[in-house]
Antibody, heavy 122, light 109 residues
Framework: EVQLLESGGGLVQPGGSLRLSCAAS????????MTWVRQTPGKGLEWVSG????????YYADSVKGRFTISRDNSKNTLYLQMNSLRAEDTAVYYC???????????????WGQGTLVTVSS | QTVVTQEPSLTVSPGGTVTLTCASS?????????PNWFQQKPGQAPRALIY???NKHSWTPARFSGSLLGGKAALTLSGVQPEDEAEYYC?????????FGGGTKLTVL
């Protein structure tokens, strides 16, 4: 059974940093691209970042480019999102999702975690 | 800035048929945008329904189908059930980035 468990969310001040983790199990982690998606409370979904199965290719939404870094440790079956220079508008529930293929290109988020809440406020 | 547009809300009667659409500000949606559809109910994570235009997951009910319609991606629900009341999101691929639509709130009434 595919399981994705996000952690690392919490309250952080504007300008601060936070690292999210997503522990994966139930599948061969290195064989699948992964994605981060966020959702502002009561609002819609926003794609944030994606990474290929090998970790060699990374992709970012314009809204986070230069501030967020996606990475993965295939030996630990864990996906990360390093978030720097956080802003109030980054407040959201952050979901990690497993894609259906190794390449991010044209991939589809098939399985989703339950999300972790990040609140950026002073 | 790329914008993906969905109907904000739709209402359908139980047993009826409804089609949700997904349009791109860049022009006609084709299979190269790998349209995806997701269902989200209050308090839950999104659940994938359709990928690459018309492919269903093993858990996707048969009454859900995806297609391209008039330059848009489309999700059709045939024989709507009360449990289909939810928010539906489409997702399009733009060569290295993905963009979600704003979502359609489907009411079954």
């Amino acid at each position: 059974e595919v399981q994705l468990l996000e952690s690392g969310g919490g309250l952080v001040q504007p300008g601060g940093s936070l690292r999210l983790s997503c522990a994966a199990s139930g599948f061969t982690f290195s064989s699948y691209a992964m994605t981060w998606v966020r959702q502002t409370p009561g609002k819609g979904l926003e794609w944030v970042s994606g990474i290929s199965g090998s970790g060699g290719s990374t992709y970012y939404a314009d809204s986070v480019k230069g501030r967020f870094t996606i990475s993965r440790d295939n030996s630990k079956n864990t996906l990360y999102l390093q978030m720097n220079s956080l802003r109030a508008e980054d407040t959201a529930v952050y979901y990690c999702a497993k894609a259906h293929r190794s390449s991010f290109d044209g991939s589809s988020p098939h399985y989703w975690g339950q999300g972790t809440l990040v609140t950026v406020s002073s | 800035q790329t914008v993906v547009t969905q109907e904000p809300s739709l209402t359908v009667s139980p047993g009826g048929t409804v089609t949700l659409t997904c349009a791109s500000s860049t022009g006609a949606v084709t299979s190269g945008y790998y349209p995806n559809w997701f269902q989200q109910k209050p308090g839950q994570a999104p659940r994938a329904l359709i990928y690459s235009t018309n492919n269903k997951h093993s858990w996707t009910p048969a009454r859900f189908s995806g297609s391209l319609l008039g330059g848009k991606a489309a999700l059709t629900l045939s024989g709507v059930q009360p449990e289909d009341e939810a928010e539906y999101y489409c997702l399009l691929y733009y060569g290295g980035a993905q963009v979600f639509g704003g979502g359609t709130k489907l009411t079954v009434l």
